[in-house]
């Protein structure tokens, strides 16, 4: 019930394709659902983050979609760039506390 | 505007010494963090403190680990007889506990054990 499930554990896209990770979860006592890129040799830094009461979210070229009823939420990536490559996590924090639970993560290539 | 800093950035230490790995959080926040994170894989929870509470202990994965932190600022991860199994990159994130808890991750300590 404290897992996040995501997938896949490895994307391959073009240049200016739209990658989706994807993410689910069991505990409907999440609060609020961060992804995290984290490029080689660094820390993870936040990316965009979104609460159960919204659908969708955009920054930039960043989005989050979020489905509260089939307990999942994904994020999208607009006119990806050789840049973006990186590995992905997304993660959901409790109500009760303020630890995240973290997905498995997600290494995005994108390809020139 | 110093964000989290960890040394040593490498470590390479023989089988069955102690390590220690040393984080310093962002001034101001009251939660800090520590992660293990293998060759290509997510991030495995090791320990959480919280101000002046009792650190949360459940992600450590034996009696050899064990963190400190002192003065609730820097923290030490202590690692004792290292294995090979040990071997892999150390992440510290600090965080203010306000709403939604964003974690500034620190860039690692990657320790090698022979």
């Known amino acids: 019930q404290q897992q996040v499930k995501q997938s896949p554990q490895s994307l391959i896209v073009q240049k200016g394709g739209i990658p989706i990770i994807n993410c689910a979860y069991e505990n409907t006592a999440f609060d609020y659902f961060p992804w995290y890129q984290q490029f080689p040799g660094k820390g993870p830094a936040l990316l965009i983050a979104?609460?159960?009461d919204v659908s969708e979210k955009k920054e930039g070229r960043f989005t989050i979609s979020f489905n509260k009823s089939a307990k999942q939420f994904s994020l999208h990536i607009m006119d990806s760039q050789p840049g973006d490559s990186a590995t992905y996590f997304c993660?959901?924090?409790?109500?009760?506390?303020?630890?995240?639970?973290w997905g498995a993560g997600t290494k995005l290539i994108i390809k020139p | 505007g110093a964000g989290v800093s960890q040394s040593p950035s490498n470590k390479v230490t023989e089988k069955g010494k102690d390590v220690e790995l040393r984080c310093d959080p962002i001034?101001?926040?009251?939660?800090l963090y520590w992660y293990r994170q293998s060759l290509g894989q997510g991030l495995e929870f090791l320990i959480y403190?919280?101000?002046?509470?009792?650190?949360?202990k459940s992600g450590l994965p034996s009696d050899r680990f064990s963190a400190e932190r002192t003065g609730g600022s820097v923290s030490t991860l202590t690692i004792q007889r290292t294995q090979q199994e040990d071997s892999a990159v150390y992440l510290c994130?600090?965080?203010?506990?306000?709403?939604?808890?964003?974690?500034?991750f620190g860039p690692g300590t990657r320790l090698t054990v022979l």
């Open positions: 001034s101001g926040h009251t939660a």
């Open positions: 403190f919280q101000g002046n509470s009792a650190p949360d």
């Open positions: 993660a959901a924090k409790h109500d009760s506390n303020y630890q995240l639970i």
């Open positions: 994130a600090s965080s203010r506990l306000r709403e939604y808890n964003e974690q500034f």
């Open positions: 979104i609460r159960p």
